[in-house]
């Protein structure tokens, strides 16, 4: 049985202007790809999506957490695919394609990190957070391109980090903060060839969210607290805080947007 999301609900058109400011921010109708969905904040983005009335592709390696997942969506469906091997992001646009016919959003989300200190990261170890990090989200972008390019439109949305822009004093991770600093210049670098196409290229930066990947620091009191010590803010991201970003980022509301880093990280970049 279908959940309601309540994207059916009446537009919220005021009464004497006519302007409904929530309209652009909806989904309907729309394709969207999403790596990474099957936990931490990928599992949040993919509820988003599917309460902004979109036709959501999700994409990971755990099969059965994904279907779990879409059982509790609307308009979802899972595909297991390891974006680190060769040909998968490929494989992933093309099923889309073949089944749905266009594809409107892609949200590169998948990513992995390895901290530790430099001097003790083996070369196999950064290589393989490059993949996943860096090349994956290229040939993700790359794959859906020529679709967009045809239907004139398009958003891609990379999943970057605050560690993009600076490094972190309390967790050394050289492969990670490297991949993602490479990848917002990919976002400029990809907005500029293709916005002639109608296609427009962001990045999302989070700080420190609670989610699978940033455990070791969530979990333990006295660790968290030292980062929370850190942050302006002095507490550490909630996942829903970050809902309106992805919402925007996907959709028209941001349809004059791109090739920009929007970064939610209570205050750390500052």
């Known amino acids: 049985m279908e959940q309601t999301s309540g994207v059916d609900q009446p537009a919220a058109v005021h009464p004497l202007t006519g302007i409904d400011p929530l309209a652009s921010f909806k989904l309907r109708d729309k394709v969207v790809v999403l790596t990474g969905a099957s936990s931490g904040l990928g599992e949040r983005f993919a509820r988003v999506i599917d309460a902004l009335g979109a036709t959501s592709v999700l994409a990971a390696r ?30 992933l646009i093309q099923g889309v394609l073949d089944r749905h016919g266009r594809v409107d959003v892609v949200i590169a989300n998948a990513g992995i990190t390895n901290p530790m200190p430099a001097a003790k990261e083996e070369v196999s170890d950064y290589r393989k957070v490059m993949e996943i990090d860096l090349v994956a989200p290229f040939a993700l972008a790359k794959a859906a391109q020529p679709a967009m390019r045809s239907q004139k439109a398009g958003s891609i949305v990379m999943v970057a980090s605050v560690a993009g822009l600076r ?68 507490r550490l991201g909630r996942s829903d805080e970050l809902d309106g970003a992805i919402a925007f980022l996907a959709s028209d509301a941001s349809s004059y947007m791109t ?6 990280d209570g205050g750390v970049s500052c």
């Open 259 to 264: 090739g920009q880093t929007l970064v939610m």
């Open 62 to 91: 755990r099969r059965d957490r994904l279907d779990t997942l879409v059982s509790e969506l609307s308009r979802a469906e899972a595909v297991a695919c390891d974006v680190g091997e060769d040909g998968a992001n490929e494989a």
């Open 167 to 234: 490094s972190m004093s309390l967790l050394p991770q050289a492969s990670y903060v490297a991949a993602k600093s490479g990848l917002i210049g990919l976002t400029r670098e990809l907005a500029l060839q293709w916005a002639r196409h109608g296609i427009r290229v962001n990045a999302l930066c989070p700080g420190m969210f609670p989610s699978e990947m940033t455990s070791d620091v969530t979990d333990h009191s006295s660790i968290k607290e030292m980062f929370e010590g850190a942050i302006p803010l002095r």
